[in-house]
Structure formats: structure tokens, C-alpha cells
């Protein structure tokens, strides 16, 4: 139906299924006949989005850009969370390994997490070049959990901070939200492991569509999104899941980095 909207996620957790059958809910409920579809990876959601088969994406800092390369720059970005803005990842050391700077890390070991991991490799690699480190001299330990999930499980940044607390590693990037997480939970041991360095910042997800999608569903998706209230106790419920407090509109500066990054290493 050309007044509805088929959103896609990608089923990373089972938690997905809770939050957007919640959405769901919230955006009928505000008047959209709106329903969703999930995917097991992000690389199969874009291709439906840039195929017309679906009408929004919630996608990764990743399948955004590529969705607009894709696109030759056609795509419309509709909104990101509060907590998508500044993003930032950690180089974790282990404090014996002598390792005060990212020019401290020629001659180490280095866990690095999947292969399509904003977060945890593909960002922390492009600011340590540009931090003049050369990685031809450090040897990278790198670990491609979930593949196509681009590290929305937190999979492989986990197996970084274990390799890094038995010695395998003497350093390890990971995302700000696992390091405070694990933190958090009591399972990094602050005798053993701190932080020595931490990136610039970046952007995470976003809300694709195509042109397609139209003016009046556009507005109608934003006007819906953007009034959820962590004051309404319904509301807050679905923004603890999603991990934000407020819906914010999109920029694009903060991806900038990430476009770099994929430049200089062909990894489009």
C-alpha cells in the first residue's frame, strides 16, 4: 500500500523483536499503518532498500554509507538516536605491556574485532594511521565474530578484551559502550587492563529510505518518531531498549571519518 511503511532491522539479538513490535505499536497507535521486517544481515537489508522492497532501514554507521555509494547519494537520512552522536572507541592495553601511546604499539600484538565493525576495527585503525602509527609493524589479532551483523552483538569486542586479559594480545579496540558495559558488570579487571587512548568522535545509526518514500510518509515517519517523550513512561520503556532518551533528526558530519577510512582501505 503506497500510505504504508515497511520498516527493516536486522535480528542482531532477541530483544530486536521486542523493540519493534513495540514500535509498532507506538507508530499505529500515531495514526501510521506501519509494520516491520527483519533481517539476519545488514548487507541483505540494503540491498532490499536499495531494491524498493522495503521502505526504511535502521541501519549500522556502515550500511548507512553504503547505502548512499549505493545510491549515488540519493538516499534520504530520516533520524539517529541521542546516543549515536559522538561515538567513540577505546584502545585497551594491558597495563605490563609498556604501552603509554598508540606509538607505543610497534612490535605488539593487537586484537582487533570483526572486519565489519565500525567500532572496533575499521574506525580505531584509520585514527591510529592517523596518529602516524604503522601498522605494518604491528602484529593484528583479529577476531570476525557475526560477520554482517557489523558488530551489533558486541561478539567480537569481547573476544578482544578476554584475548588482552589472558596475554594474547598486548592491546585491543573496542567500542566506548562495551568497554563501560563490561565495566559496569565487574568483568574487566582495572589491576590488569586501562585504557590508553581514545578516538575522536564519530556517528552510529541511522534511518535510511529512498526518494520513493515521499514527502507525506517522510514527515508522517519523523513527525511520529521525534515526539516520543522520555516523560511518557510507554515511550520510556521502548527508548531504555533501543539505548537512547531522545530521537534526534540526522547529520552526516559525523560520518566523514568512517567514508575516509573505507577510501583509503578499499573497503567499500
Known amino acids: ?6 520498516l527493516g532491522a536486522v535480528a542482531y539479538d532477541p530483544k530486536v523483536v521486542t523493540i519493534w513490535e513495540g514500535m509498532r505499536a507506538y507508530f499505529r497507535g500515531a495514526g501510521l499503518d506501519f509494520d516491520f521486517a527483519l533481517f539476519s544481515n545488514y548487507e541483505r537489508q540494503v540491498g ?5 522492497h522495503i521502505d526504511i ?13 549505493r545510491s549515488g547519494g540519493r538516499s534520504l537520512s530520516l533520524g539517529m538516536r541521542d546516543s549515536d552522536r559522538d561515538f567513540r572507541a577505546k584502545l585497551i592495553v594491558r597495563r605490563d605491556a609498556g604501552i603509554r601511546s598508540p606509538a607505543d604499539l610497534a612490535g605488539k600484538t593487537l586484537a582487533v574485532g570483526s572486519r565489519d565493525s565500525t567500532q572496533a576495527r575499521i574506525l580505531p585503525l584509520h585514527f591510529l594511521r592517523q596518529e ?7 602484529t593484528l589479532l583479529p577476531f570476525d565474530s557475526d560477520l554482517g551483523k557489523h558488530g551489533d552483538t558486541g561478539a567480537s569486542e569481547l573476544e578482544v578484551l ?8 598486548h592491546a585491543g579496540t573496542i567500542g566506548d559502550l562495551v568497554w563501560v558495559t563490561e565495566q559496569a558488570a565487574g568483568r574487566v579487571d582495572a589491576k590488569l587492563i586501562e585504557v590508553s587512548w581514545t578516538t575522536p568522535g564519530f556517528d552510529h545509526c541511522m534511518f535510511d529510505a529512498m ?7 517522510v514527515r508522517a515517519f519523523q513527525d511520529a518518531l521525534f515526539a516520543m517523550s522520555w516523560d511518557d513512561p510507554a515511550h520510556r520503556r521502548l527508548l531504555e531498549l533501543e539505548g537512547l532518551r531522545q530521537w534526534m533528526p540526522p547529520r552526516e558530519t559525523g560520518y566523514e571519518s568512517l567514508r575516509a577510512a573505507l577510501d583509503e582501505t578499499s573497503g567499500w
Do not use: C, F
Request: no cysteine.
Open 48 to 52: 532490499e532498500l536499495l531494491a524498493g
Open 132 to 138: 602516524g602509527v604503522d601498522l605494518g609493524k604491528v
Open 162 to 169: 578476554q584475548a588482552v586479559a589472558a596475554g594474547r594480545a
Open 1 to 6: 500500500m503506497k500510505d504504508s511503511i515497511l
Open 57 to 69: 532501514a535502521w541501519n549500522t554507521p556502515l550500511g548507512h554509507v553504503r547505502v548512499q555509494k
Open 211 to 217: 526518494p520513493g518514500l515521499g514527502e507525506t510518509r
